[in-house]
Each structure stands twice: as structure tokens, then as C-alpha cells.
């Protein structure tokens, strides 16, 4: 909004948008550490899948690239473009009013739309006790938002083209090229469900070390992601959480190759949003 008309967002302030700045930057260098060590609603996601478990409810299970999975996650795309739409038409954070988080925090009472936060948080609760990681996965704009700034170079290349088309005398409007690139996000996520060089911290798997049919570093995994299968793991779910690396019996996997690196991408994302401030 600030770039194409000039104004700021509601009550948002240049910290905002400079820890917006930082977000896309640490995810198109270091991967999605927000979502495995900040985000509060990726926390309770996780939560309600250990609860599930507890009680021995059976999961409902929605295998990775299938129909139904490309279907659902074009959802955060799709949610992601009437954000970006809405917010920078009318200068307002159209999230605001369904954010599970923000209404929570607000008692319901912050800018809100009744109706479209009762409906978010039922979706949260009830999608994410069921399914694993289904608000994440399928429903979260900012996610998606995340996932396509794995593939930030083929977005500068969307946005080359707009300026070029732009001089050659043709007017498009700003949400083509937003909508171009949306697009292009969810098409690499289906088709392309992995980055190559970026982003630079990923995990690694020791051959030697990984004995056969163990499976526990994948039972640990947020999100299934079969980590025993490749010798790096660029999958655009993984969120860097080490949950895998912890889990790992024969201490096989590992960040970029480097034994205890790990530890350290908390404290990075933790100064990354301090930094920003």
C-alpha cells in the first residue's frame, strides 16, 4: 500500500514493514525460521496434533502431492491474493479481521469481522486436531507468502517483466503482477516442491549413519517429510525446527553438514526480530 498509494496501513509503523522486510529476507536466505520458532498459531497447530495423539484419535491423512493436497494448498494462495488485494486497495489490513491471533489477543474486540474470526479459529481447532499441520500447510496466507519467497528469483523475474511491459506502453494494474506471482508461487509448490540453492541452511543426511527402515527422524517431522530419502532435504514445508535432528538415533542428520549448527538458528531468528525492532 505504502508503494502503490502512498499511505500506510492502519496503525502500522516503518517497524512493521521493516520486520516485514527482514521476514522475506531470512526466508529467502535461512528458510522458514519463523514459522518453526515464532509463529503462535504454527504452536498451537503443533500442540493439537500431540493432543490427538494422546487421546489415540485417528489422524486424518492427506498424502503429500496428491489431488486432494494440490487442491488445499492453493487455499493460502488463494486467501494470500484477497489479502494482498483488500490491504493495499484500501489501505487497511484486511487479515486483521479474520486472524485467529489478533482476535484472541484482543478479546474480539481489536478490527475484527466476527463472523470471518469465528469461522478462522474453528478451521485452526478443528483442521489442525484432525489433520497435521492443516492451518499451516493448506490455509495460512503468510505461509504461502513464505513458500514463494523460496522462489524469489523467478518473482523478480515476474516483476522484470511487468516494469518491461509497462514501457513498452501496455497499462496493466498492480494486482496482475501480484496475482502473477502468487500463481507462479503455487504452481513451483506443486510441481517444484523443492528449492535449490536457496534456502542456504538446509538439512543433511549422512548415508553411513542412517541405518535402513528407522523412519523416526520422519515421525518426529511436523510434516512428514521423508527426510531418509535424500541426501539433502529442500523440501518447501520444512521449517528448520530440528525436530528431526534430535530425533535421529545414529545422529545422522544435521544442518549443512555441521554438527551442532542447529542450535544456533533460534538464536538467529531471535536476533533477526530484534534486529527489525
Same mark, same amino acid.
Given at each position: 500500500?505504502?508503494?502503490?498509494? !502512498?499511505?500506510? =496501513?492502519?496503525?502500522?509503523?516503518?517497524?512493521?514493514?521493516?520486520? !516485514?522486510? &527482514?521476514?522475506?529476507?531470512? =526466508?529467502?536466505?535461512?528458510?522458514?525460521?519463523?514459522?518453526?520458532? &515464532?509463529?503462535?498459531?504454527?504452536?498451537?497447530?503443533?500442540?493439537?496434533?500431540? &493432543?490427538?495423539?494422546?487421546?489415540?484419535?485417528?489422524?486424518?491423512?492427506?498424502?503429500?502431492?496428491?489431488?486432494?493436497?494440490?487442491?488445499?494448498?492453493?487455499?493460502?494462495?488463494?486467501?494470500?491474493?484477497?489479502?494482498?488485494?483488500?490491504?493495499?486497495?484500501?489501505?487497511?489490513?484486511?487479515?486483521?479481521?479474520?486472524?485467529?491471533?489478533?482476535?484472541?489477543?484482543?478479546?474480539?474486540?481489536?478490527?475484527?469481522? @466476527?463472523?470471518?474470526?469465528?469461522?478462522?479459529?474453528? @478451521?485452526?481447532?478443528?483442521?489442525?486436531?484432525? =489433520?497435521?499441520?492443516?492451518?499451516?500447510?493448506?490455509?495460512?496466507?503468510? !505461509?504461502?507468502?513464505?513458500?514463494?519467497?523460496?522462489?524469489?528469483?523467478?518473482?523478480?523475474?515476474?516483476?522484470?517483466?511487468?516494469?518491461? @511491459?509497462?514501457?513498452?506502453?501496455?497499462?496493466?494494474?498492480?494486482?496482475?503482477?501480484?496475482?502473477?506471482?502468487?500463481?507462479?508461487?503455487?504452481?513451483?509448490?506443486?510441481?517444484?516442491?523443492?528449492?535449490?540453492?536457496?534456502?542456504?541452511?538446509?538439512?543433511?543426511?549422512?548415508?553411513?549413519?542412517?541405518?535402513?527402515?528407522?523412519?523416526?527422524?520422519?515421525?518426529?517431522?511436523?510434516?512428514?517429510?521423508?527426510?531418509?530419502?535424500?541426501?539433502?532435504?529442500?523440501?518447501?514445508?520444512?521449517?528448520?525446527?530440528?525436530?528431526?535432528?534430535?530425533?535421529?538415533?545414529?545422529?545422522?542428520?544435521?544442518?549443512?553438514?555441521?554438527?551442532?549448527?542447529?542450535?544456533?538458528?533460534?538464536?538467529?531468528?531471535?536476533?533477526?526480530?530484534?534486529?527489525?525492532?
Amino acid at each position: 500500500a505504502y508503494l502503490i498509494t !502512498g499511505s500506510l =496501513a492502519c496503525d502500522m509503523s516503518t517497524v512493521q514493514i521493516t520486520l !516485514g522486510i &527482514l521476514l522475506l529476507i531470512s =526466508a529467502f536466505l535461512l528458510g522458514k525460521l519463523f514459522c518453526a520458532y &515464532l509463529c503462535p498459531l504454527g504452536f498451537i497447530t503443533e500442540k493439537l496434533g500431540r &493432543l490427538r495423539d494422546k487421546f489415540q484419535i485417528k489422524e486424518i491423512v492427506v498424502n503429500d502431492g496428491s489431488v486432494i493436497d494440490s487442491i488445499l494448498r492453493s487455499i493460502k494462495y488463494i486467501i494470500l491474493f484477497i489479502v494482498t488485494y483488500i490491504s493495499i486497495s484500501s489501505s487497511e489490513l484486511f487479515c486483521k479481521q479474520f486472524d485467529p491471533y489478533y482476535a484472541s489477543v484482543t478479546g474480539f474486540k481489536g478490527e475484527i469481522n @466476527i463472523w470471518l474470526a469465528l469461522s478462522a479459529i474453528n @478451521i485452526l481447532l478443528l483442521g489442525s486436531f484432525f =489433520a497435521k499441520m492443516f492451518w499451516c500447510k493448506y490455509i495460512c496466507p503468510l !505461509g504461502a507468502f513464505m513458500n514463494i519467497s523460496r522462489f524469489l528469483l523467478f518473482g523478480l523475474g515476474l516483476i522484470l517483466a511487468y516494469w518491461l @511491459i509497462q514501457i513498452l506502453g501496455i497499462n496493466l494494474a498492480w494486482y496482475f503482477l501480484a496475482g502473477a506471482i502468487i500463481l507462479a508461487g503455487y504452481l513451483l509448490e506443486i510441481f517444484c516442491n523443492k528449492g535449490s540453492l536457496f534456502p542456504l541452511l538446509k538439512i543433511k543426511r549422512e548415508k553411513s549413519l542412517c541405518p535402513q527402515g528407522c523412519e523416526e527422524c520422519i515421525k518426529k517431522c511436523p510434516y512428514n517429510i521423508p527426510l531418509n530419502q535424500s541426501e539433502i532435504t529442500k523440501h518447501i514445508d520444512c521449517t528448520m525446527c530440528g525436530d528431526c535432528i534430535n530425533a535421529c538415533p545414529e545422529k545422522a542428520l544435521s544442518v549443512n553438514g555441521k554438527k551442532g549448527l542447529w542450535i544456533l538458528i533460534p538464536i538467529m531468528t531471535i536476533l533477526l526480530a530484534v534486529t527489525g525492532v
